[in-house]
């Protein structure tokens, strides 16, 4: 991976909530964010692409918080999952 790729996975962190799909579980909206997801990631892309491009091909995502999940509902009845929240408002302050 270059310098580049690395600074631009740096500066794109483009924070969405998504869902998450184990049974029997409190379902929760997650946020991911590209450098949690290197795997489906491409230059330019923004969390929805991602989670959209896993959806369709059944790849899986991770949340800021570490969960791992194939999206399959729509989050945006759910609540978000609190460690993603805190962990999302750190890098938004920069620490």
């Given amino acids: 991976m270059t ?5 631009q996975l740096e500066l794109n962190l483009d ?6 799909t184990d049974d029997g579980q409190k ?3 997650h946020i991911i ?7 489906i990631w491409q230059p330019g892309m923004t969390s929805k692409e991602i ?5 369709m091909t059944g790849q899986e995502v991770v949340a800021l918080c570490g969960y791992r999940w194939i999206p399959k509902r729509n989050p945006d009845k759910l609540d ?3 460690t993603c929240m805190d962990a999302a408002h750190h890098i938004l302050a920069g620490e």
């Fill in 3 to 7: 310098t580049d790729t690395l600074s």
């Fill in 15 to 20: 924070i969405a909530p998504y869902d998450d």
């Fill in 33 to 39: 964010n590209p450098p949690n997801n290197i795997h």
């Fill in 80 to 82: 978000v999952c609190k």
């Fill in 27 to 29: 379902h929760l909206a």
């Fill in 51 to 55: 989670v959209e491009i896993a959806r």
